[in-house]
């Protein structure tokens, strides 16, 4: 079974913007903000942490990939 086949990941594919990257940061969010919310339920600091961490990279990568498309005319 390929990722494609799966209803939700064909349509954002088949609506996207064309770009495998864009597509992947899209699905891949709401996985994100499940893990955010699993990690702070918990009350150890060091997973409240790699929950913040978490959120940032996310943020940050899918800020830079968006602004370097939009430098590089795409």
């Not at 770009?19 to 600091?45: C, F, H, N, S």
């Not at 997973?47 to 430098?71: D, E, N, P, Q």
Request: net charge neutral.
């Amino acid at each position: 079974m390929k990722l494609e086949t799966l209803p939700f990941v064909s349509a954002v594919l088949e609506s996207g913007a064309d770009d495998r990257i864009y597509d992947g940061l899209l699905l891949t969010g709401p996985v994100v903000i499940l893990l955010i919310a699993v990690l702070e339920t918990t009350r150890t600091r060091f997973l409240s942490g790699v929950a913040k961490a978490l959120a940032i990279a996310y943020v940050t990568a899918f800020v830079a990939y968006v602004l370097y498309r939009g430098v590089r005319g795409e």
